[in-house]
């Protein structure tokens, strides 16, 4: 099957290279990307069609694989080229916006499926699952079957899939967000040393885990801004609490941005300091 993969980050060319090893012609659409994403890319075996519209042309599956912020546009972009396969939005949005893609891509004559990523990058067996929902869910996991990226039907109702990763992602990036508030709230208030020695007593492994969720705020945090205004979303339309998840989207937008940071003391330190430096910076 000829599978066509937007975009080739971390995740997607993870999943275009499972997709490939199980015999997928995978492409991609190199127009405007980075050399980085060329070269992660061309190491998963992804063939490259040059633009979005070759890409729909050739393609029986489009899967998208984007930041969430780019999920609107990226349907909006495939719905203009007429595409008329099977259109996967895996993409970490709320059931609203899934469903508002899905409208998108089905008004110009393709068959929508939601779909929702929970896990690392697919390599290997059992790390990663594919929950999908929509009419059409069990024969997007037709294509996933024997490959890293475990295949979960969940509903035939559009937004399902997107549903469970919302609820599943408010606990593990949102609680990210909120340990690395309380340490700021304790540097801010000359406490931080206090707070550590007593987390060393009474919440061992606290601060290891703070330096990963450090970590993983300043690589890929900027990721995780409109991922959190999701959230914020879907917990508001089903009349729930939303201002965690909004402050935790500002947590995130000001965590700096390093792409090689590392789960260590430095990382957690450039953090905090990126963290509570706003607030003095505004105080000045």
Not at 22 to 48: C, F, I, K, N, Y
Not at 161 to 179: E, I, N, P, Q, R
Not at 213 to 241: C, F, H, N, Q, Y
Not at 256 to 271: C, E, F, I
Request: glycine fraction near 10%; include cysteine; charged fraction near 20%.
């Amino acid at each position: 099957m000829v599978i066509g993969l937007i975009q080739p980050g971390e995740m997607g060319a993870a999943v275009g290279e499972a997709l490939a090893r199980r015999g997928h012609e995978v492409l991609w659409a190199s127009g405007g990307r980075s050399p980085q994403t060329t070269r992660r890319a061309e190491a998963a075996g992804l063939t490259d069609v040059g633009s979005l519209d070759a890409l729909a042309a050739r393609s029986e599956v489009i899967l998208s694989v984007c930041p969430p912020h780019a999920a609107r546009d990226v349907a909006r972009t495939i719905s203009a080229t007429g595409f008329g396969g099977l259109y996967v939005d895996a993409n970490a949005v709320s059931p609203a916006t899934a469903r508002a893609v899905g409208a998108a891509v089905e008004a110009a004559g393709a068959t929508f499926v939601d779909g929702g990523i929970i896990g690392p990058p697919p390599r290997e067996v059992g790390s990663t699952r594919l929950y999908l929902s929509g009419a059409a869910a069990g024969r997007v996991a037709e294509v996933f079957e024997g490959t890293e990226l475990a295949p979960v039907v969940l509903t035939d109702e559009l937004g399902t899939a997107s549903a469970l990763k919302m609820a599943y992602a408010a606990w593990t990036k949102g609680s990210a967000a909120l340990l690395l508030t309380a340490l700021s709230a304790a540097r801010a208030e000359g406490v931080e040393e206090a707070l550590r020695e007593e987390w060393l007593l009474s919440q061992p492994g606290l601060l290891r885990r703070a330096e990963g969720a450090a970590a993983a705020a300043a690589s890929k945090g900027w990721r995780w801004v409109a991922e959190m205004e999701e959230i914020a979303a879907t917990l508001a339309a089903s009349d729930l609490p939303d201002g965690f998840h909004q402050a935790a989207a500002e947590v995130f937008s000001r965590s700096g941005r390093d792409r090689s940071a590392a789960a260590d003391a430095r990382t957690l330190d450039a953090v905090l300091r990126n963290l509570v430096g706003r607030r003095t910076d505004e105080n000045e």
